[in-house]
């Protein structure tokens, strides 16, 4: 069954998702930096399940994954204890990796190209950079010292460490590899070997399903004012 679309729903989670990844390393040096941080977050829960609200099951399954991680950073927040950090990335890492697939596939499904499908084609890009970096924490949480940096964040400083891993696993995805972030254990270094792959099979995937939108709905519309 088709639903009606909304010009504008993925627009908002774009703007949130972009104002998260550009503000967070200037907010943070606030005093109430964290607290910042986390509504902007929750920002980006409400943006990304709003943006699958026209399919109910799909949008019932975000409202309850983002209520888990919502209280999830709240016990965090409480307990900063190692238990509760494994936790906490492990709700998010799973209501990201949802998200992302399922915004995914309304990009690759049948239709014509939109201003709407392209806000969506975008987020799920960055989103797939932000589930690697949760996946990078816990997989350095499982075994310490699995990446290696010029700089080592205390393992209390949650907030420095999952930045570091955002930097890393993006500069991943994009293939730039600067080399100052480097993984050291052998499941870090497969881990970093597939978000490789997976960001260039996007790209190329993507770009190759929406061009061929492009040219059948243009075929389409042209045919139509022929007859």
């Known amino acids: 069954m088709n639903h009606p679309e909304h010009p504008r729903r993925h627009l908002a989670l774009l703007i949130c998702i972009l104002l998260l990844f550009a503000a967070s390393p200037f907010v943070v040096t606030f005093r109430h930096g964290i607290l910042v941080l986390n509504i902007i977050g929750t920002a980006v829960l409400v943006a990304g399940s709003y943006a699958l609200s026209e399919r109910r099951r799909l949008f019932t399954i975000a409202i309850v994954l983002s209520a888990g991680s919502i ?29 992302s697939i399922s915004i995914l596939a309304y990009v690759l499904r049948g239709g014509r190209v939109t201003a709407d499908k392209i806000f969506a084609a975008i987020c799920v890009y960055i989103l797939i950079g932000f589930t690697w970096a949760l996946a990078y924490d816990l997989a350095d949480e499982i ?26 696993s993006f500069m991943t995805l994009t293939t730039v590899g600067y080399g100052d972030v480097v993984p050291r254990s052998s499941a870090a270094r497969t881990m970093a070997a597939l978000e490789a792959v997976m960001g260039q099979l996007y790209l190329t995937v993507l770009v190759a399903r929406l061009v061929g939108l492009h040219i059948v709905h243009g075929s389409g519309l042209r045919s139509g004012k022929e007859n």
């Open 143 to 168: 075994q310490p010292s699995s990446f290696a940096g010029p700089t080592e964040p205390a393992r209390s400083d949650y907030v420095a460490r999952i930045m570091q891993m955002r930097y890393f």
């Open 71 to 99: 209280v999830s950073t709240a016990f965090l927040l409480v307990f900063a204890q190692h238990w509760a950090r494994m936790v906490s990335n492990a709700c998010l890492f799973v209501l990201l990796a949802f998200f």
